[in-house]
Structure formats: structure tokens, C-alpha cells
């Protein structure tokens, strides 16, 4: 079983580049999440979905977009990479907020 | 406001002692989830427990406790006699999914490093 795949693993942007992160489960799950991970902050949760064609904003979403066109995708936006968005990018999903979620391997992605 | 504080950055024991993570959450619903995950070394974040606001139960699992106190706000978990692989980072978080407030938010995270 796939469980949640995040493309790509490793990227390297120069500032003002534009990129797009993807995320696709394959648990039929309706809850989608981005977190994103710098040492000493934990996850902090950028954007989420509660189902295909939703979006919400979470904690810190400036700078990024997302869409969930299908069900089982999750894309990530940067439109105009900056080098704060430099850090470990992690997908998720789960059944419902109440559930287990499941996560990506992660990505990590350098902003120079 | 929901808000998970993990006021521990980093522990350090010996193989074998006991040790105590510390999560207290803030929510003012009464129905929520509180949740445990692993990150090992290796990266990728591992699902160890999910309890739910009506059941304070404290609840265990081999060498791995959770205790749970509404009336302090905390969901507290214990590795008893750690080894070295249980080396990593510790995360704990809330969802409330009654609200609107759906989604799932963590706290810092604890890294415990256990040395032989």
C-alpha cells in the first residue's frame, strides 16, 4: 500500500522561482493536510482540506496556494520562493479530524 | 483558542530509566482528540495513540504509557525502561472536530536522545 506519497523528496529553488508540491493518497481519505517543520517550531499547519474542491487556511499560509482538484491529490504552491520557505514540507490525511493521520516521507525543500 | 504546549525541548537519559513526556492542550469544547506521533531519526512521523475527551482511561502499551487528566488539561506519556531506539522526536496534538475546527495541530515537538 502507497499510503501518502509527497513528490519530490529533495529541491533546491533559487529566490523568486515558482514550484509545486504534490501529495496523493490513496486511502480515500477526506481530510488533507501541508504542514511544514523548522527546528524548534514543531509542525506548523499551512493549509488543509476537508474534501475535494476545499480549502482553509491554516496557521501560516502566506506565500503558499493549494488546490484539491481530486479527492486523492493535495498540491502545494509557492508561487515566489523566499528564503523563509526554506524547511521540511509534510503532507497528511486522514479519514476525519478524529482519526489517525497518516503522513508523507516528507520534502525538503532549499530556498537560496 | 486550541493550543498544544510541549514545554520539554530535549530530555536526555540512560538506557533503561524511566521518562515522562509532557503535553498540556488548550480547547474550550469538550468534545476533542489528543493525539501522540514518533519521528524517528529516519524522518518520517509514526502514529502511536489517539484518545478521545470522554474516555480517561490511562492506557498501555507495552513498555509505553499515556496518562490522561482533563483537570489539568494534559496528556502525559511515559516510556518505561527506554532503550536506544526509542531516540527521537515526540510530538503531540489536539483536533476538535465538532467546531469548525477541523484540523489537526501539534505541538513543538520533544526530542528525547536515550545513550547506551
Known amino acids: 500500500n502507497a499510503g501518502v506519497t509527497q513528490t519530490p523528496k529533495f529541491r533546491v529553488l533559487k529566490t523568486g522561482q515558482s514550484m509545486t508540491l504534490l501529495c496523493a493518497q490513496d486511502?480515500?481519505?477526506?481530510?488533507m493536510y501541508w504542514y511544514r517543520q523548522d527546528p524548534g517550531m514543531g509542525l506548523r499547519l499551512i493549509h488543509y482540506s476537508v474534501g475535494e474542491g476545499t480549502t482553509a487556511k491554516g496557521e501560516v499560509p502566506d506565500g503558499y496556494n493549494v488546490s484539491r482538484l481530486k479527492k486523492q491529490n493535495f498540491l502545494l504552491g509557492l508561487e515566489s520562493a523566499a528564503p523563509s520557505q526554506t524547511s521540511v514540507y509534510f503532507c497528511?490525511?486522514?479519514?476525519?479530524?478524529?482519526?489517525?493521520?497518516?503522513f508523507g516521507q516528507g520534502t525538503r525543500l532549499t530556498v537560496v | 483558542a486550541q493550543k498544544v504546549t510541549q514545554a520539554q525541548t530535549e530530555i536526555s537519559v540512560v538506557e533503561k530509566e524511566d521518562v515522562t513526556l509532557d503535553c498540556v492542550y488548550e480547547?474550550?469544547?469538550?468534545?476533542?482528540?489528543l493525539f501522540w506521533y514518533k519521528q524517528p531519526p529516519s524522518g518520517e512521523l509514526v502514529f502511536l495513540i489517539r484518545?478521545?475527551?470522554?474516555?480517561?482511561q490511562n492506557e498501555i502499551s507495552g513498555r509505553y504509557s499515556w496518562n490522561f487528566q482533563k483537570s489539568t488539561s494534559s496528556f502525559n506519556f511515559t516510556i518505561t525502561a527506554s532503550q536506544v531506539v526509542d531516540s527521537a522526536v515526540y510530538f503531540c496534538?489536539?483536533?476538535?472536530?465538532?467546531?469548525?475546527?477541523?484540523?489537526?495541530?501539534f505541538g513543538t515537538g520533544t526530542r528525547l536522545l536515550v545513550s547506551p
Open positions: 480547547t474550550r469544547d469538550t468534545t476533542y482528540y
Open positions: 484518545r478521545n475527551s470522554f474516555d480517561e
Open positions: 497528511a490525511s486522514s479519514y476525519h479530524t478524529n482519526t489517525e493521520a497518516f
Open positions: 486511502m480515500n481519505h477526506e481530510y
Open positions: 496534538a489536539l483536533s476538535v472536530p465538532n467546531t469548525g475546527f477541523q484540523k489537526l495541530v
